[in-house]
């Protein structure tokens, strides 16, 4: 652990200075601290977000709803609006984590969350993500928590995370803050970037930027939706593979709309086109959604740690349609 | 009065421990405290090329790095005879006492700073040059050699058997042959290892975390070169230990030599990380068995190889073959066992060391002869039962497995399986009923205890034995309780400290069978004494009595013949003008391991559920029943046996090392990603003691109560996984890549 300072922030336009200067931020500091006791940043100065009062969830005029980044998860799973208009959401932040961890974890962070590639977490081992060409330890070692879809030569980790699969079946979007004060949105889809030759990048975050809110659109708001997760264990575990599933089907039952996306399986959270193609504009029933949920593996490139999250996957997809139609 | 022992006494520890005033190892406060942080090296097999430390020491706070270049040159001298939770032969770790790396987690340096932010700090600045030698990392069954002479006379046998097993095997009409795989396993208990070494002078104090502390203080003594006098280990509370606090690891030694260069008491304390190189671990282990049968289900032939993994600079062994060796009746029986050599820190035992490994492979392969024979599981294990110790050739002191399986089996309601796999589901969801044996062999050591009868009503009992959690506490507080005849709350039991009388290791179920005796013993040894001071008073009210004339009854003296009143303990006390009594008593094994083999058993029912789509295997309830003799105390009783569930739960289906070879080294070294159970894995559990008293095997009538428990729940987990899907899963942990794939 490197020696630094800590600073509560009362305003983003600080809290950005004090990024530009070499500070890293903290919100609910459930990954920051083990980032920094196992010495994989180094930050001077720890920037805590806490003050500037970003929490809390509230439904937009359009009937958007917005979520701020401070929010804590647990809040957020048990927010009657998000509960009841993007079950998806609440359902992948209930099964984050465990509720220690999700009454201190906050939105924005989630989003943030660090790989779990265990070469990453361990400084004595070569990573690229860590230390850029030094090698991907991952590629012929112990890889069963690592990524089919969306890898490179250079890395695949997982980014580990269940709220953004969810965000991404939900049209979502994430508020930044630049450092100079402007804000834009980004869709959750284009948040995370893939690995490439540049896997210690991994979001459209600039230095200094802050997340101030993520926002589901209204369309969104009125699609039914569903989370499932395949684990190792029945609570506080990653995903092996998750799938998060929104719907809306037309007044002849037909899938009007949906978005298929996955996680635990992917670089980042994995938008499933193909799946969703297979099923738009036809009635849901079991076989399609089998025939359909084979194609959530396109393009996976497997090793002999991670070979099983292929057929894995395609159940979990096919799990999280079935149930979401009334037909599990 | 009531009887004490088999009363369901809440921890006498509890309130001490969830206010938090019980004080742990890492809690102890001493003036001038100093933080000792360690370099660990990142190598399989080599030595040091190179130690840079000019940033580490220019860093803030920091008082002394040492590395083997300036650490002083230890005697290490010999233990006569090795205790047995050390490898029995070869070399324990010298630590920082030459260039040499033996596994990638070896000590290579250590800090000392002012605060433990710095030390951590610093130790991280430290820069190591290393040349790198071949070693080995794979695990290659075919490598497997026996172990040497020490473990072979320490019990830990390279063969064993009788009779003629390929004649038998030849001609049996069934057979079924399997390869079975268990992974290393780390103990992960919630306190990390921890020591705080103190000098005063040529004294030695050390708080550490021990489930021995008179050992850690001969281990000490043998390092340094020093007096057993000079040094005091004191360890009034464990956060769990499952066995690797047994042993005294590298990092003691590390902490006293860094609290001798700073001149002041040093804190060393092992991050979650370092805890799965710095100290030992469960064997990867993989066992081959064969067994032959004939048509009745009735054993003609067992052969059980086992092969774990072991260091290269020790050799640590395991008792793998001894269930195989009695749990059935079988007259042809061979079971080999074998070490393979790796580079890496050294094993050590893990709660029901070895013979969980070989109960697993047994009982596994008893599932998949039942189901060869067309047989229920519970009917073979019946028609094998071991009516005495074939491989001993004595009875059982006691053995009530036939009960055991009875009262599980019905509380259960295994009737209701259905033998045929996939038959029972629920929706989507297949269920699966297996079932298992469980076996430990029951061991008693010599030990002693004082105890003080004070003026004020209460009885201090002591002895130097530990208490990782089982209740010990609790259990010898009811023990002294009931044989002074005074109430629970009016006896305090004091351990972890070797100015207490000597008490042997707190490992292997030992503790009630051999210490609870020795508590028997000296609460009548000051009974004893304190008749003899009131007889031979000039008055008062046994003055003058004859020695059999007087006895101990209802927490105080009486007549023999029953005449006149009690006169309790404190009130004798101040007639005759005494502060307080004490008496010693001791107790040793006797002659019954000349008459008869013990141990204690249980049996297990579980009920699995799988998703086969998605992997995974949920245990929504298990069942065990236990004959472990005498039960002292039914609620800490509970406590082990439902924790042993939860840990067999982990070995099934969560557990493992995630071992790279290339760099010799666990990856998943962190409780993130070294998954045990969870609250949510856990659901029903019960545990329920058939009812024994086993006075052959010691005056308490108590066996072991504790790595019993561990045992047969993961083959019973597997098993049921079976009975549900139709697939035999051979390696463990059970997870959703191998029931996919
Ligand atoms: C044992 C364990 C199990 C877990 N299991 C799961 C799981 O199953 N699923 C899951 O999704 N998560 C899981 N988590 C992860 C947890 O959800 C994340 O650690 C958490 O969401 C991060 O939020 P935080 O507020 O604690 O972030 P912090 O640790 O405070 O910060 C994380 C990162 O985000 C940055 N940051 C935080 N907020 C902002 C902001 N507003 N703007 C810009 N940067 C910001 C920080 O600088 C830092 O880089 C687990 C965590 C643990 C420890
Ligand atoms: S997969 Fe990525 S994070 Fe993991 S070792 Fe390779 S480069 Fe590092």
């Known amino acids: ?328 | 009065m009531n009887a004490i022992i088999g009363q369901p006494v809440s921890r006498v520890d509890g309130p001490a421990k969830v206010t938090g005033h019980a004080t742990y190892a890492a809690e102890f406060s001493l003036p001038d405290l100093a933080y000792a942080a360690m370099v660990l090296a990142t190598i399989p097999r080599g030595h040091v090329r190179s130690i840079d430390r000019a940033a580490a020491e220019a860093a803030p706070g920091v008082l002394a790095v040492m590395t083997h270049e300036d650490a002083p040159r230890l005697p290490y001298k010999q233990i006569a005879q090795r205790p047995q939770v050390d490898a029995q032969s070869g070399e324990q770790l010298h630590v920082l006492q030459d260039d040499q790396v033996r596994f990638n987690g070896e000590p290579v340096a250590v800090v000392v700073a002012e605060t433990l932010e710095q030390a951590v700090h610093a130790a991280e600045l430290v820069r190591v040059e290393y040349a790198r030698s071949p070693a080995v990392t794979i695990f290659d069954a075919k490598q497997g050699r026996p172990p040497g002479e020490g473990n072979a006379k320490a019990g830990r046998v390279p063969e064993l058997g009788r009779g003629d097993v390929e004649g038998a095997m030849a001609e049996a009409p069934v057979r079924v042959e399997a390869r079975y795989v268990h992974p290393r396993e780390h103990h992960n208990a919630i306190e990390p290892h921890v020591t705080i070494a103190h000098w005063e002078g040529e004294s030695l104090t050390l708080y550490d975390k021990t489930q021995w502390v008179d050992n850690d203080r001969k281990e000490i003594a043998h390092v340094f070169g020093m007096e057993e006098e000079r040094i005091r280990v004191v360890s009034p509370f464990v956060g769990g230990a499952f066995g690797s606090a047994l042993r005294t690891w590298p990092h003691v030694t590390l902490a006293v030599m860094a609290a001798k260069r700073v001149g002041r008491p040093v804190r060393l304390e092992l991050t979650r990380r370092q805890l799965y190189m710095a100290v030992g671990f469960r064997p990867h282990s993989e066992q081959h068995l064969r067994l032959g049968a004939d048509k009745d289900g009735r054993l003609v032939a067992l052969e059980h190889d086992v092969v774990q993994q072991v260091g290269r600079y020790e050799e640590y062994a395991e008792t793998a073959l001894s269930p195989t060796s009695h749990l059935y009746q079988c007259d042809n029986l061979r079971a080999r066992y074998r070490l393979v050599e790796m580079d890496t820190n050294s094993p050590c035992p893990m709660r029901a060391p070895g013979v969980v490994t070989g109960v697993l492979g047994l009982e596994m392969a008893m599932d998949e002869l039942a189901v060869d024979l067309g047989m229920d599981p519970l009917e073979l294990r019946l028609r094998n039962y071991a009516e005495q110790d074939q491989q001993k050739g004595l009875p059982w002191s006691s053995k009530e497995l036939r009960a055991c399986y009875e009262t599980a089996a019905e509380r259960f309601g295994w009737a209701r399986r259905k033998p045929e796999p996939r038959s029972m589901r629920e929706g989507g969801t297949l269920i699966g009923y297996g079932m298992a044996t469980a076996i430990y062999h029951s061991d008693r050591s010599g030990g002693s205890a004082s105890v003080a009868l004070t003026g004020n009503g209460m009885a201090v009992v002591r002895s130097a034995s530990s208490d990782m959690g089982p209740g010990t506490y609790t259990s010898m507080t009811q023990v002294a309780a009931e044989t002074l005849g005074l109430p629970v709350d009016h006896v305090r039991f004091e351990l972890g400290d070797t100015n207490l009388p000597y008490a042997p290791v707190h490992g292997g179920s030992i503790t009630m069978a051999s210490l609870g005796n020795a508590v028997v013993a000296a609460c009548q040894a000051v009974q004893t004494k304190l008749a003899g001071l009131a007889q031979a008073a000039q008055q008062g009210p046994f003055a003058g009595l004859a020695e059999n004339a007087v006895v101990a009854r209802d927490g105080g003296l009486g007549r023999a013949d029953g005449s006149g009143p009690v006169v309790p303990y404190a009130e004798l006390l101040r007639q005759h003008n005494l502060g307080w009594v004490e008496a010693e008593g001791s107790a040793q094994p006797g002659e019954e391991t000349k008459k008869y083999s013990s141990a204690a058993f249980g049996a297990i029912f579980v009920e699995v559920r799988v998703d086969e789509a998605l992997g995974t295997v949920r245990v929504p309830r298990m069942v065990g029943a236990y004959d472990v003799g005498r039960v002292i105390n039914p609620k800490t009783a509970r406590s082990q046996c439902i924790g042993g569930m939860v840990g067999g739960l982990g070995m099934a289906l969560e557990e493992r090392a995630e071992w790279d070879a290339r760099f010799g080294k666990v990856m998943n070294a962190n409780l993130a990603e070294y998954l045990v159970p969870v609250n949510a894995d856990v659901a029903e559990l019960e545990a329920i003691f058939v009812p024994n008293d086993d006075r052959n095997f010691n005056p308490l009538g108590v066996k072991g109560l504790a790595e019993v428990a561990i045992c047969g729940v993961a083959p019973a987990i597997a098993n049921a996984v079976w009975h549900a899907t139709g697939r035999r899963i051979r390696e463990l942990p059970i997870t959703p890549e191998r029931l996919l794939g």
């Open chain 1, 1 to 328: 652990m490197h020696p630094f300072t800590y600073a509560p922030v009362a305003d983003a336009a600080g809290a950005a200075a004090r990024a530009l200067a070499g500070a890293q931020f903290i919100a609910g500091g459930t990954d920051m601290l083990q980032l920094l006791q196992e010495n994989l940043v180094q930050p001077q100065e720890l920037a805590d977000l806490n003050g500037l009062g970003l929490a809390g969830i509230t439904e937009e005029q359009d009937g958007a709803l917005r979520l701020g980044a401070l929010t804590r998860l647990q809040k957020a799973a048990d927010d009657p609006l998000l509960r009841e208009r993007c079950a998806v959401a609440a359902e992948a932040l209930a099964a984050s984590a465990s509720p220690m961890v999700r009454h201190m974890a906050t939105l924005g962070g989630n989003l943030l969350q660090r790989t779990r590639c265990l070469y990453f977490r361990d400084v004595s081992t070569p990573c690229n993500k860590r230390q850029p060409g030094s090698g991907c330890s991952a590629l012929e070692g112990e890889n069963r928590h690592n990524a089919i879809l969306g890898g490179s030569e250079h890395c695949i980790a997982v980014q580990p995370s269940d709220l953004p699969v969810a965000l991404v079946a939900l049209d979502a979007e994430v508020l930044i803050q630049g450092a100079g004060g402007a804000e834009r949105w980004v869709p959750v889809e284009g948040f995370h970037r893939l690995p490439g030759d540049t896997p210690e990048i991994e979001t459209v975050m600039q230095p200094g930027d802050i997340i101030l809110a993520i926002r589901i659109p209204a369309h969104a708001t009125r699609w039914r939706s569903h989370y499932v997760k395949a684990r190792d264990r029945a609570s506080f575990a990653w995903a092996l593979c998750s799938a998060a599933v929104a719907l809306r089907l037309d007044e002849e039952g037909r899938v009007a709309e949906l978005r298929v996306a996955a996680g635990g399986v992917a670089t980042k959270p994995w938008r499933l086109m193909r799946v969703e193609q297979e099923l738009l504009g036809h009635r849901l029933d079991r076989d399609r959604v089998r025939l359909a949920a084979v194609w959530a593996s396109e393009g996976a490139v497997t090793r002999p740690g991670n070979a099983y999250k292929a057929p894995l996957l395609q159940h979990t997809v096919e799990r999280a349609i079935l149930e979401l139609g009334g037909l599990a």
